[in-house]
């Protein structure tokens, strides 16, 4: 490229043609499907770059290590991924329990239109990835931080505005999560949406109780 | 070897030093741990190998594929693990409800007295494997299957004996199931048993409502 056109300015050429920053979006795009649908440690640099369709030079430009990558698509499309599903449904809501309610039934509808039951991207990666290494688990952490937080928020909302009556939101948040979290890990393991929706139905209960009983 | 003793009959020298049973067993073992604590995909079979002090032959014997081993190690060691921490302290106690505070609480005991959360073996290896292979996805799903159906026949004995009412059993074990998964999440990825504990709470909560409600 610079053989052929000498006269122009190395930088702003090889920026205009090859396009780094989309080249690194589409690799990021890439790996965040691969890694939330098959693993981190199941596809390798080789699988990624062939996918993305980028050089071995042009990538380790980018991404120095597999884990910076993987890094970068935790805190970017990981966490963009629970915020779509979860954090925007629940702070749009009436109320808490109805943004839970929505957003398990956004992802079942979504789940029944598919194919497979590919699990959330969140747990997938926690479960591999959050026991041996302390830059993804805390990467990890922040977005169940984020998650709970937004859960937690919007009941003590619900409580201010005289909606319903959480003794402890913080404890209720992280239990929603939690049974959210391993319903999926039922759903992905009977390839169906069944366990989801039994504990969509149980959680809605368990709300219920929670916000009647602490406002007595 | 048999230069050694040319007398003795071949196959039962060998069976007697090498002890096939002993190294066969060795390695499901060295495998239940790297595969239910880093995962399936970041072992390799070299690791394995390694790590049991099996050479590459008498592995290959009787593993011929890290799939094979794998399968072993969910129906063997998997469901024992299940087995030991939920469905038999669930099913020696008074209720249903008792039973899985027990479960709960030995966990929590147990975590508290090691360094680390390594988490839910069924769970990390479920998340790792049920997406992308059909036999792992049976396999997992069987252990899933024994642990639902046994809170599930506990709450109908504690419904036949008077003890409880619960309406559903199967849903209320699907979720007690699916919370206690999804606490593990939640704890593995905060080194912290802190969600173990929260989840606990609640559960114990909703069981004493959904028994409860049942038998008004």
Redesign the interface.
């Known amino acids: 490229m610079t053989k052929r056109e000498p006269q122009r300015p190395k930088r702003s050429v090889r920026r205009r043609r090859n396009d780094p920053t989309g080249l690194r979006d589409r690799v990021i795009d890439v790996a965040f499907h691969a890694f939330s649908?098959?693993?981190y440690?199941?596809v390798s640099v080789h699988d990624l770059r062939e996918a993305a369709g980028v050089s071995g030079g042009a990538y380790s430009h980018h991404f120095p290590t597999k884990k910076a990558l993987a890094l970068l698509v935790i805190e970017r499309h990981v966490l963009k991924a629970v915020r779509k599903a979860w954090i925007e449904p629940v702070v749009v809501a009436p109320t808490a329990a109805e943004g839970i309610a929505e957003a398990f039934a956004a992802i079942i509808a979504e789940l029944e239109s598919k194919q497979?039951?590919?699990?959330c991207p969140l747990?997938?990666l926690?479960?591999?990835l959050?026991?041996?290494d302390g830059d993804f688990?805390f990467a990890?952490?922040a977005v169940?931080a984020a998650w709970r937080n937004a859960l937690a928020g919007k009941m003590r909302a619900d409580n201010t505005a005289g909606k319903a009556g959480y003794a402890e939101p913080d404890?209720?948040a992280?239990?929603a999560?939690?049974?959210?979290?391993?319903?999926m890990?039922?759903a992905?393991?009977?390839?169906s949406v069944e366990?989801l929706k039994?504990?969509a139905?149980?959680?809605a209960?368990?709300l219920s109780?929670?916000a009647r009983n602490a406002s007595r």
């Open positions: 649908t098959r693993g440690n199941a497979a039951v590919t699990g747990n997938n926690a479960l591999e959050a026991g041996v688990r990890l952490q169940f404890t209720v992280a239990f999560v939690a049974a959210y979290s391993g319903a890990a039922l992905k393991t009977s390839q366990p039994l504990c139905k149980e959680l209960s368990y109780v929670a």
